[in-house]
């Protein structure tokens, strides 16, 4: 049945090109059927190269020899045939430096950089994006007012060293670069950036009078304008993306709309709104035989079934969308449909199955270099795992995450560093070269005051007094300047030990500590002292359903009532993500439980107000007070970090919005001791470790 619609598409297309208008200039009948076989290659690329290869562009042009070049490596680069693109790009640049021709430079960069997005490596493909954006600009000069009228005629004026005849703005490649980039942005969670490139994109299209992809590009502002700023401003957008589809009467226009559509309802955490407009675009995507961007609805309808309790349907959608990205060789949307078959199976109780599908996730997020993606995709498998009643494989994915999110705060702050200390040297080289020319005309000063001394000795006199005093000068100015570099460095290293976003001492601030202590009390034997892990309880619905800004809003407040709660010697650490850290080194066992129901009050008694609404927030909590009794085996201070996290999971384990201690460990030696720890769950239940529970103030109503 597909191949009928495929070959039914195919026959629209062709029939298209045969009517194409007949006052038409050979040029843009000529671009206007490589646009159609572009359209026509994302789906069938054999049939589209075909038809391109037997195009002849009109004589002499060479924009359009160059626009024959760019179809061909464009289809092959969409179609996972990398190695047969890159041989195009390569005649792409033969024909730039034959033919002068500087859009070709910026066509081959176009090539390549689809080759790599379709492939997943969205970091490459987003360098060669720009590449390709900034060799065009030139020719697609910014859209003022008076640019736009320019494009209207089609051509700018040539750059220096180029041929004088005018070139036309290749608009096709700039917008294809454009939405490349716009990709990427959201795919990093840049979503100011993916919002500029899709306003640009949009204002490309509409200079150029391209229906289709000023109506695409709308749609994309659309929902990016929702994400960012507000239903109210996203709704003109999606009303006009509609009314452009529908003037083009193109059936994959008016899916892609839908889609936009559905993504807004996404960002209102209307699920089912997302199911309904993702059904509705489906046949739009069938009837315009084009089963890659029915791939792509089918990537919306499994995730929305996936919320909607649905696992089954999820799952059917999935790999139904599967065998078609598999074959186009698209990474990029087999990441996304690989993750919700895996959440389905699991859902479904083949956890197996669903855990070889995170794997291949992992292994197409890792490739991308998409690290913050993976510890969200482990993360919803950690829960996924845990409501189907594995507990143990939840908490193996837990560890991953963590460990996962760590790796991404340190490269996070590892950037920051690198930034603040070239900043800096960039100061001190400024610096140095004020102080430079000072000198030199120091020293111009002092030839020109032995002249004088030649002249007139009371001239003289006076002038080497004033130089005196100018070096003076200097010399105070150095010592000045001195003393704010030693300055500045001390604040450098005091920023590097605070969380940027609640201004609580961070994981480097902690081992500093720790060292501190070890370095007072070199005999001590082990660690001495109570530690609180504290987690945000469904931190993930926090964002989901109110946004980032939201959840950035409620972290800075936990971290003021947990100031608040805890002693004033007490240390509170941003552990990463949702989780904190209370360290109270001189504090009695008795009151750590105290110390924990405050915590668990302090947090969970009142709703985080956010422009006038409440969220509720809980904590779940793992503590001990440090040798444990009864027989007070020396601890270090990571191992008592890793005890209280088991106390932590158990706390979550349990329903969440409650704290657990260990009270007591009846281990005769470390290797027991390192034995609870390994199944700390076993060991509980055996009656080897002790624990006490307090639930949270909401749990008690």
């Known amino acids: ?199 640009l994109a949009r204002d490309l299209a509409a200079a150029a009078d391209d229906l289709q992809r000023q109506a695409w590009s709308t749609g994309d502002l659309a929902w990016l304008t929702a994400r960012s700023d507000s239903i109210d401003a996203a709704l003109p957008l999606l009303q006009q993306s509609q009314r452009l589809a529908q003037r083009s009467g193109d059936p994959s226009l008016l899916a892609r709309v839908k889609l936009a559509e559905a993504k807004m309802a996404a960002q209102r955490a209307d699920v089912e709104s997302v199911s309904r407009l993702a059904e509705q675009a489906l046949p739009l995507a069938r009837q315009a035989g084009s089963p890659r961007l029915e791939a792509s609805v089918l990537t919306f309808l499994s995730d929305a079934y996936a919320k909607l309790g649905r696992p089954a349907d999820a799952l059917r959608a999935a790999e139904r969308g599967l065998p078609i990205v598999r074959r186009h060789q698209d990474r990029r949307i087999e990441l996304a449909l690989t993750n919700n078959a895996g959440l389905a199976k699991i859902g479904l109780k083949r956890s197996a199955e669903g855990l070889r599908d995170l794997a291949r996730v992992e292994e197409l997020a890792r490739s991308a270099g998409l690290d913050a993606l993976r510890a969200e995709v482990l993360r919803e498998y950690d829960e996924a795992l845990a409501a189907a009643g594995d507990a143990r494989g939840a908490l193996a994915l837990l560890h991953r995450e963590r460990a996962l999110n760590a790796e991404v705060l340190r490269q996070n702050r590892d950037a920051v560093l690198k930034q603040l200390r070239q900043r800096n040297d960039r100061e001190r080289q400024q610096r140095d070269i004020e102080l430079l020319e000072r000198d030199n005309r120091l020293k111009a000063a002092a030839l020109a005051n032995r002249e004088l001394m030649r002249r007139v000795w009371s001239v003289a006199a006076l002038a080497l007094l004033l130089s005196a005093m100018v070096v003076a000068w200097l010399f105070r100015r150095v010592r000045s300047t001195q003393r704010l570099l030693v300055s500045s460095q001390a604040r450098l ?209």
């Open 1 to 199: 049945m597909s191949r009928l619609k495929g070959r039914s598409w195919r026959g629209a297309v062709l029939a298209a090109l045969a009517c194409l208008t007949l006052g038409a200039s050979a040029q843009e009948r000529f671009d206007e059927r490589i646009d159609a076989l572009l359209r026509l290659g994302h789906d069938q690329p054999d049939a589209a190269l075909a038809e391109l290869r037997t195009l002849e562009p009109p004589p002499g042009d060479i924009g359009a020899q160059r626009l024959l070049l760019l179809a061909r490596g464009m289809v092959l680069a969409q179609s996972g045939r990398d190695s047969e693109a890159q041989g195009w790009a390569g005649a792409l640049r033969t024909h730039a430096r034959t033919q002068r021709d500087a859009q070709a430079e910026a066509a081959a960069e176009l090539v390549k950089a689809l080759g790599a997005h379709n492939a997943g490596r969205l970091d490459v493909a987003a360098g060669l994006a720009r590449g390709a954006r900034d060799g065009l600009q030139p020719y697609c000069p910014p859209l003022s007012e008076q640019a736009v009228n320019g494009m209207r005629s089609t051509a700018v004026a040539e750059p220096a060293g180029l041929p004088e005849a005018p070139v036309r703005c290749d608009h096709r490649a700039a917008w294809s670069a454009l939405l490349l980039l716009q990709h990427h942005a959201i795919d990093t969670g840049d979503w100011v950036g993916a919002t500029q490139h899709a306003r």
């Open 493 to 701: 290293r005091v920023q590097s030990e605070r969380d940027p976003l609640t201004n609580l001492a961070n994981r480097r601030h902690f081992l500093s500590v720790m060292q501190t202590q070890r370095a007072l009390g070199p005999d001590r034997q082990g660690f001495d002292g109570a530690l609180l892990l504290v987690d945000i309880d469904h931190f993930k619905h926090v964002n989901d359903g109110h946004g980032h800004a939201t959840g950035d809003l409620v972290l800075c407040e936990v971290a003021k009532r947990l100031n608040e709660a805890v002693r004033g010697d007490d240390l509170v650490v941003r552990w990463g993500g949702e989780e904190f850290l209370v360290l109270a080194l001189q504090v009695p066992a008795e009151q750590v439980e105290m110390l924990a129901e405050r915590v668990l009050l302090s947090i969970g008694e009142r709703p985080v107000v956010v422009q006038g609404e409440a969220v509720r927030v809980t904590v779940s909590i793992g503590y001990a007070r440090f040798p444990l009794p009864p027989n007070t085996l020396p601890v270090a201070w990571e191992q008592a970090i890793n005890l209280a996290d088991m106390a932590l999971y158990t706390a979550k384990n349990q329903g969440r919005n409650r704290a657990v201690g260990i009270v007591a460990a009846n281990a005769q030696s470390p290797p027991e001791l390192r034995h609870i720890e390994g199944d700390f769950d076993r060991a509980w239940h055996e009656g080897r470790v002790t624990l006490k529970v307090a639930p949270g103030p909401l749990a008690l109503a």
